[in-house]
């Protein structure tokens, strides 16, 4: 059965006419045949029914256009209405005109193919009807016609759901399943072998078939008429503050607005082109909320903002409604903390604490730069910076993917370390010299500037890898050896030691382990120390 709402006795008689085509595919009885009388006059009946509601839904649709003044979209859909029942006439009235005429031809001559008791006359003829409906193309015609209407009705309303009223039997799953049918035309379905009574019931099922296309396509076009009107059922009290946080001493600023809306809409938001999800408040208004990052730009050097816009839709009822936003973006002030204040060491690990107080929570920052390696700390904003070289070095500083700006810092080389030599835990005395009698270990060890194991503890570590000393008597040497550790055992040397000799201590290899682990060659402040025996 076709679209469109059916009475329970239009269900009942539609269910009739598909028993009984069935059981006509079997041969049956005269008295099934006869029931096919019942059938035709029950569903022209149940057609006279359908038109009168019909009838009465373009009466309706046409007060409801008066009503709200003629607008033009309105009219619209009263003209295409008033098509509608027009096309449907026209149909009904060539299906009625076939319908009589199977009655005429079948009938023997008759004027109307109907007897003095009202009987129909060649009620049960197997001929006459398929070889005016298969033969004579009448059939073909009338699928024709179905079908146009079906199109016509598609291109009115704008609804694809009116699909082809007359199919082939392939068309048709009950009869595509069956060897026997599924190679019919439409024509040699429904009307070849069919006795007359069946013929005419088939046009009267028909024609209701169309009288619910009619009635579907109405009521489509009546949901037209006024569809952009919206009715607020629900209004609420809003408060728009110019700034939710103010001084003390300053003025509050506000504008208050009645928000009206409807719950029988269902509006569409969208943010750039893009749909955003909708969300409902307590007092049952729909909204979309637009969340975004917002984007550095060409900051005005005066006021330190840039303008920037975006495009805010809400579709509803086939309308669309457009707002053009404009907001500006404050450049944000990058705060650095960091212990080396002046410039970053070059190939150490310089901690920098980086904030951008504006931002507050959503502060979730990533940097980078070309210049040198970045390691990002445990704690927001925390980074180490790594310079490769002597250039300056451009940390670039952003927040969820967004630029917020570029900080620029200097690069500055690793002070060299001095050299500390002590004796049995105290630091020689190079002028007063080391009492042979008690000279025998030294240490040899390497301290790093105090500034820069303040500002980079983790570079500032040293360690002597190589030293040569040599016992110098009177301008000659007495004896040399060469040390890889930075403790110096002499012992073996006390039977050389002579009050005015000197133990000259050159420091040939000195390293530095650096933040990130590896072993750099470092070249002291001083290389060369000569240590008096007294």
């Known amino acids: 059965m076709a679209g469109g709402k059916e009475t329970p006795r239009q269900k009942m008689i539609g269910m009739m006419y598909l028993v009984l085509t069935a059981l006509l595919a079997l041969q049956v009885s005269n008295a099934v045949l006869e029931k096919f009388v019942f059938i035709d006059e029950a569903l022209r009946r149940s057609g006279e029914e359908a038109r009168e509601r019909n009838v009465k839904t373009l009466s309706a649709i046409s007060a409801e256009v008066e009503k709200k003044g003629n607008r033009p979209d309105d009219k619209k859909a009263l003209q295409k209405a008033t098509q509608v029942r027009e096309i449907t006439s026209d149909l009904l009235e060539y299906m009625d005109e076939t319908r009589k005429t199977m009655a005429k031809i079948t009938g023997g001559g008759d004027d109307d193919g109907y007897d003095e008791n009202g009987q129909l ?39 694809n759901d009116f699909k082809p009223l007359a199919k082939d039997a392939k068309d048709i799953p ?21 006795p007359t009574a069946a013929g005419m019931a088939t046009i009267s099922h028909l024609e209701a078939e169309v009288l619910a296309y009619e009635q579907k396509a109405l009521e489509d076009l009546a949901e037209q008429v006024g569809a952009k009107d919206v009715e607020f ?19 509050f600023e506000a504008d208050l607005f009645i928000t009206a809306a409807s719950s029988g809409t269902n509006p569409t938001f969208m943010y750039n082109s893009k749909e955003i999800e909708a969300s409902v408040t307590e007092a049952g208004v729909k909204y979309g909320k637009i969340k975004f990052p917002a984007t ?27 707002i053009n936003h404009t907001y500006y973006v404050v450049k944000p002030v990058i705060q650095v903390r960091s212990a080396a204040l002046s410039a970053l060491y070059m190939n150490c690990g310089n901690e920098l604490d980086i904030q951008v107080p504006a931002l507050g929570t959503s502060y979730n920052p990533s940097f980078s730069s070309s210049q040198a390696t970045v390691v990002k700390g445990n704690r927001t904003g925390l980074v180490t910076v790594i310079p490769k070289g002597r250039s300056k070095v451009k940390l670039s500083v952003s927040n969820s993917g967004n630029v917020l700006g570029t900080e620029t810092f200097d690069v500055k080389k690793v002070p060299p370390p001095s050299i500390q030599i002590t004796s049995r835990g105290r630091p020689v005395d190079f002028e007063k010299g080391v009492p042979a009698a008690s000279l025998t270990t030294l240490k ?91």
């Not at 209004?235 to 300053?250: C, Q």
């Not at 903002?305 to 009822?317: D, P, Q, V």
């Not at 303040?454 to 002597?464: F, H, K």
């Open 296 to 322: 550095a730009g060409n900051y005005d050097p005066k006021t330190l903002t840039a303008e920037k816009s975006f495009k805010a839709e809400i579709e509803l009822n086939d309308s669309t409604y457009v």
């Open 233 to 251: 059922d629900i209004l609420v009290p809003l408060v728009r503050p110019a700034s939710n946080t103010v001084a003390a001493g300053a003025d």
């Open 121 to 159: 006359i060649g009620a049960k003829d197997y001929d006459i009807v398929g070889n005016y409906m298969i033969q004579k193309n009448n059939g073909a015609e009338l699928k024709k016609k179905l079908n146009n209407y079906a199109n016509t009705l598609q291109q009115l309303t704008g609804n």
């Open 174 to 194: 009950i009869a595509a399943a069956d060897p026997n049918q599924n190679m019919k035309t439409f024509s040699e379905y429904y009307f070849g072998n069919t």
């Open 444 to 534: 040899v060890s390497a301290e790093a500037d105090e500034n820069f194991a303040r500002e980079v503890p983790n570079d500032a570590r040293y360690r002597v890898r190589k030293i040569e000393v040599k016992l110098a008597r009177a301008g000659r040497q007495v004896k040399t050896a060469t040390f890889t550790s930075e403790n110096l055992d002499l012992r073996s040397w006390r039977s050389l030691f002579r009050k005015g000799d000197n133990l000259i201590v050159k420091v040939e290899n000195v390293s530095r382990r650096t933040y990130q682990g590896e072993s750099e060659r470092v070249k002291p402040l001083t290389e060369i120390y000569s240590v008096p025996i007294d």
